[in-house]
């Protein structure tokens, strides 16, 4: 079955760094369009980063443009985020899934358990 473990979080400084992983299995990932999404409490899940399946194209929310760094390795199945220059407000739970091209929601209904990412001096 598909399945995603993500890791990577932690507690972190504002300025500070963090480079997260996630794992994938279960579907044919060096195909898909990878994604990170976050969710912080009490606010919905949003996108964050999309990577196409060769690695060479990104997207970007324009809250984390120019921070934060999406890539992939498709012979270990798994994609990265690589944060940088940290804010309180990117305190959340970050998890990856697979992505539809234009509407960029999620192709799985199954989320892996995420990693906390958290934001605190």
């Known amino acids: 079955q598909v399945q995603f473990v993500e890791s990577g979080g932690g507690l972190v400084q504002p300025g500070g760094s963090l480079r997260l992983s996630c794992a994938a299995s279960?579907?044919?990932?060096?195909?898909?369009?990878m994604a990170w999404f976050r969710q912080a409490p009490g606010k919905e899940r949003e996108l964050v980063a999309a990577i196409f399946s060769t690695g060479r194209s990104t997207n970007y929310a324009d809250s984390v443009k120019g921070r934060f760094t999406i890539s992939r390795d498709n012979a270990k199945n798994t994609v990265y985020l690589h944060l940088d220059s940290l804010k309180p407000e990117d305190t959340a739970v970050y998890y990856c899934?697979?992505?539809?091209?234009?509407?960029?929601?999620?192709?799985?209904?199954?989320w892996g358990q995420g990693t906390q990412v958290t934001v605190s001096s």
């Open positions: 899934n697979a992505v539809f091209y234009g509407s960029w929601r999620q192709v799985y209904d199954d």
């Open positions: 279960g579907f044919a990932f060096s195909m898909s369009i």
